[in-house]
């Protein structure tokens, strides 16, 4: 099955300066990458996706790339304000839906003030 | 809307005791998933369904059974509590790409 590594697992950054996670996939046929949100206390929320035909997204201060090739995607998240600190989640899927997702095991970000 | 709901929010269970954990979504989607949230290990799909009806086993399905007899419950049950069952489960809900989580029941078994 699928298998999905993110790193680094902890990030420390100063507000004002960008915070990239990567991550790294095993199965060539996913083809759908969301990056998700977790609050302390709440669920995961999505933040950005990224299609296998597509190399790069943004959305205002945050943006994902995508190397089909090498099997890894990244988020970017620049200008970081206290508000951004969470857990954030990479995950795969083969199924257009997305509904089958294979997540990472999570980045704990900390945005000092 | 609502959105996703789950019930209970926390529940302590001994060892081989039974029980349920109900989720329900108000925005009519077909698909719907069980998640667990262990530390370190990010959320792992339990079982899913792509519709009333019809249900399938995720990547960790043993020791739970699920059922999907409406479009809007998605009841996940524990048929003997262990030990290793212990987490946050989350439900979740989509119509396309973006799944919806409902805000998770912690687990605890005794």
């Known amino acids: 099955g699928e298998n999905v590594e993110q790193h680094p697992s902890t990030l420390s950054v100063q507000e004002g300066d960008s915070a990239v996670i990567k991550c790294t996939y095993s199965?060539?046929?996913?083809?759908?990458f969301p990056w998700y949100k977790q609050e302390l206390g709440k669920g995961p929320q999505l933040i950005i996706d990224?299609?296998?035909?597509?190399g790069e997204k943004k959305d205002q201060r945050i943006a994902v790339t995508l190397n089909k090739t090498a099997k890894h995607f990244s988020l970017h998240i620049t200008e970081t304000q206290p508000e951004d600190s969470a857990v954030y989640f990479c995950?795969?899927?083969?199924?257009?839906?997305?509904?089958?997702?294979?997540f990472g095991g999570g980045t704990r970000v900390l945005v000092k003030p | 809307n609502a959105g996703v709901t789950q019930t209970p929010k926390f529940q302590v269970l001994k060892t081989g005791q039974s029980m349920t954990l109900q989720c329900a979504q108000d925005?009519?989607?077909?698909?719907m998933s069980w998640y667990r949230q262990d530390p370190g290990m990010g959320l792992r799909l339990i079982h899913y369904?792509?519709?009333?009806?019809?249900?399938d086993q995720g990547e960790v399905p043993n020791g739970y059974n699920v059922s999907r007899s409406t479009t809007e419950d998605f009841p996940l049950r524990l048929l003997s509590a262990a030990p290793s069952q212990t987490s946050v489960y989350f439900c979740?809900?989509?119509?396309?790409?973006?799944?919806?989580f409902g805000p998770g029941t912690r687990l605890t078994v005794l």
């Open positions: 979740a809900s989509s119509y396309f790409s973006e799944q919806f």
């Open positions: 199965d060539s046929a996913s083809n759908y």
């Open positions: 990224i299609r296998s035909n597509v």
């Open positions: 995950a795969a899927s083969k199924q257009a839906a997305g509904n089958k997702l294979t």
């Open positions: 925005m009519n989607h077909e698909y």
């Open positions: 369904s792509v519709g009333a009806g019809i249900t």
